[in-house]
C-alpha cells in the first residue's frame, strides 16, 4: 500500500506504520468503540505486509488501551482508559524522569480547573453524591476507618471530574492518580493525627459546599487551598518521596 512505500517512512518500523494506518482507519471510517478492525488476515493482504507486523501493531494499540484482542475474534475499538496513560506516568515515575511532586503539581491544576467546571456544570444528581461522599469523610472520623475517607476522598474527586463534563478530565486524573498511590509506601492517612484529618475532611466539605452553590471562583481557590496546604503531621519520608532526597521545601499533601 503506498502509505507504507513512502520514502519518509523508510525509517519507521513496518508495525509502528501499520498500527498508525489502523487509527487512520479509524478516524476515515468513523470507527467508535465496540467497532471491528480488519482482521489480521485481512491487513496483511491489503497492506502487503507480514503478519508477524500486523500482530505486533495489533499488541502495541492492545498495550494503550486502543483495542480489544480475544482469540478467534476480530480485534475491537475499545473506549480510551486510564490505565495506558497510567502506565506511562509510572514508568516515568520508576525511571525517575519524573518526581511524585511533578505529579502532585500537575493534578492541581487540572483539579483546580475540574472543580470550576464541575460548579458551573453539576447536576442534582452530581450533588446528591458530593454531599454523600462528604457525610461519609465525616462517618470517618468517627469510626477510625481510613480506608473508609480514602474512598469517599477519591469519590469526591472523580465525581468533580465526572461534572466538570470534560471527558479528558476524567482521563488524565485517573492516569495520574494510579503511578503516585503505587509509589507511595507509607499509609500517610493513618499516621495523621484526628485534627489533621477533620481539616482534611473540612477542605473537602469546603469544596463541595462551593461547587453546590455554584460559586466557580470558591470551588477552585478550595481545591487550591486543599492542594497548598502543608501538615505539620507528615512524616520527614514522606516529603523525601514527594520531592526527592534532599528537598528542603514543604511538602504538599499526598491528595487522593
Known sequence: MNDLTNPALERTPISSQVARHLLDLVSKEGLVPGDFVPSEVQLCKDLQVSRGSVREAYRTLAALGVLSIENGK????????????????????????VRACHVIDTRRGIEIHSAQLAALHANAEHKARLAGYVDEMRASLEDNSHLRRIRADIAIHTTLAEASRNPLTVLLLGALRQPLEQTMEIDLGSRRSKVDLARIVDAHALIVERVCAGDAVGAGAAMACHFDLSFVSMPASAAAALLGPGATEPALEFVT
Not at 480485534?75 to 490505565?83: K, T, V
Open 74 to 97: 476480530r480485534p475491537r475499538l475499545r473506549a480510551i482508559r486510564a490505565e495506558g496513560l497510567a502506565q506511562v506516568f509510572s514508568y516515568a515515575l520508576t525511571i525517575a524522569q
